[in-house]
């Protein structure tokens, strides 16, 4: 929801509603400085500005008093024209007036609109018009501009306190990039065919723009930014525009899951169990735990019942009651043992409904019914069972060793798997092959501070200021600072919705890149994840997650009123204190929720299989702040808590297993299993101390044999070493065709003097035997 603030000239936007919202530029005076004609409609508040981009598009949209709704589409190309004419124009303030006609465009030309969906529709027929008319190619040359400035870098140095004033023509542009980017993606049924055809091409064209992808130019501004050479840099919108530039050119999670079954059908492979997104859509999700006061509350209320109805309670609700009092302990004792956590486990689904059994009284027995209509057929868990080739390997070793008492050396070719990955990757597009290759070696290399692990420090909300930490706030601090109430206030929830957003895209730009990498190449993805492990990224995300996560997920930090395009289309409400306080009808932030499981999601990424990393989790002491998780109570975010404290389970101990059955239970209703699954019990061959940074230097070994066997040109690359192989055919060799220097056609002459007549040829050698 793009949120249209007046009071500071400031950009703001949100991704997460529909594909048709904006940024919104304006400032308080710009009625003042021309105005263009407008329809006769409702007369909006004075503070919502109508003719902010009247100069220009007046001067160069207006033709005899017509609109730009009314004009054919041949006038408008023509007029669109016109200010592609003026971009070109070397007057800086003269390109930023037409920089903003083009985004009045590409926001739908407002105040022409009656309604929201008027907006959004010609904000779409505007961003392919645009498009069609080479806007995008334009605004990439200006954007390389302002990027190169190096007066305006040095100048954002020096100064002590950076606001929305020093990037503003960076962001008019990054937010014409983004509505095109984000038009453009989507797709809806009614969809012209040029604009389809269109999309295809656009998507193929930010690939390779200037022979590099776009994405390529937006890790160089987040790497410049944390270096601290361009600390002016509008890094929210940077980080939204590179996440959607990432989702429209290597494709969402439907796409991933698509060209997974398409490599599996291309390679012979039996189709996979189920999609895990759809699985867990139909999952339910389970009752958040009780606080501590309620844990209190519910044992009094039960000793009182225990008391007063014991008479009333049936057989089947006391049989019930017994079955579940262990817990109940366990949970008093763990209650005592962790005080930080609010409760030891997570209730199973059909605890709501026993939780008061003896307390209330006893519902009226059913009518009768014949005995088939009362049988309860379980429906099984969610997920299919897997195995790995490693798990069979072990229970064939364990099983001869047990029976027969001697094991047979297993020969493993590895050759096998290694022209099974490559076949795999030879698959895919050459074009997107070669886009994940440069975007690999670009986050490797020119990101080697891991800048998107820094932004999301500074972001999260547990972080304290410090003067060394970078500063996000610079596209959202106004040059000067509120000095009543509602403006402070305003400023705080602009603060907060400001890093909101930066911990979303980076969050979802993490998690879509690493799983690309993994299904072009799975040491692209163990590379990266080497990385980010090595840079601190596990404990940087228990960090975000030592918080009251509910009041995070419940944060309130918009005002409805002011979406786009709902504020310039309708009269808006004053606003008072008590308003902003009151925020929203929503219980929950999606948009906080959404980072939250895409934070999770990468955790279990590079802690998969991994031991080593696994015992980060547990030093880190994980298991007490992934509990409290729990609270949330939304499938697919406890499904990948679940899974995080199901890997270290073996490593927490008995007592916590006792403590925390509950929690056990959950595991193993929504966690999927695996042949000789015994992470209840902490009997892994594989929980040896010893190995556990033996892992990460054998796949850092792996990784160099194969970028040097594969890349390096001295150790047996493509262009030479002892892996190269040899021509013995003399036809071939003679017929190669070398590459000479330009000047060698002046001074071969010299060069047959001094390299074939002055030297001394032993002709009787040819006649000899080696």
Sequence with gaps: MAVFYCLWTTVYYDPSLSPG?????????AHENGAHPVKKKKKKPDHVVRSFYGPVCGALCAVRGRRWVELSVEEQRAYVMRLLDALEVTDRDKRLKVARAILYLAQGVYDECDSDVDVLYWARHNVFLLYHMGVFTALLELLNMEIDNSQACSSAVRKPAISLADSTELRVLLSIMYLMVEN??????????????????????LGVFAGEPFALLLFTMVTKFCSMNAPHFPMKKVLLLLWKTVLFTLGGFEELQAMKVRGRERLQLPPLPEDSIRVVRAMRAASPPASAMELIEQQ????????SRRPLVKQDSLDTYNERDPFKNEEARDEDEDPEDSDSGIEGEVDPLDRDVIIQPPPPPPPLRPPTERLNFPKGLPWAPKVREKDIEHFLETSRNKFIGHTFQEVVFMVVFMVMSMVMSMALSMALFMMLFMLLFMVLFMCSQIALLKLLLAAAPTSKAKTDSINILADVLPEEMPITVLQSMKLGIDVNRHKEIIVKAISALLILLLKHFKLNHIYQFEI???????????????????QNIMSYISAKNSICVLDFPHCVVHELPELTAESLEAGDNNQFCWRNLFSCINLLRILNKLTKWKHSRTMMLVVFKSAPILKRALKV????????????LKIQTKYLGRQWRKSNMKTMSAIYQKVRHRLNDDWAYGNDIDARPWYFQVEECDMRESIEKFNSRRYDRSRGGPAGGEFTPVDNCLQSVLGQRVELPEDFQYSYELWLEREVFSQPIQWEGLLERP
């Design 633 to 644: 109570k939304q499938a697919m975010m406890q499904l990948y808590v679940l899974k995080l």
């Design 300 to 307: 009094q209320q039960q000793k009182r019942g225990r008391r």
């Design 184 to 205: 453009i993606r989507v797709q809806t049924e009614d969809d012209r065919p040029e604009w389809i055809a269109a999309r295809e091409t656009f998507r193929i064209e």
């Design 528 to 546: 990266v994840s080497q990385h980010l492990v090595f840079a601190n990224c596990i404990p940087l995300i228990l960090k975000f997650f030592n």
């Design 21 to 29: 919202d904006a940024w919104v530029i304006c400032r308080t005076n």
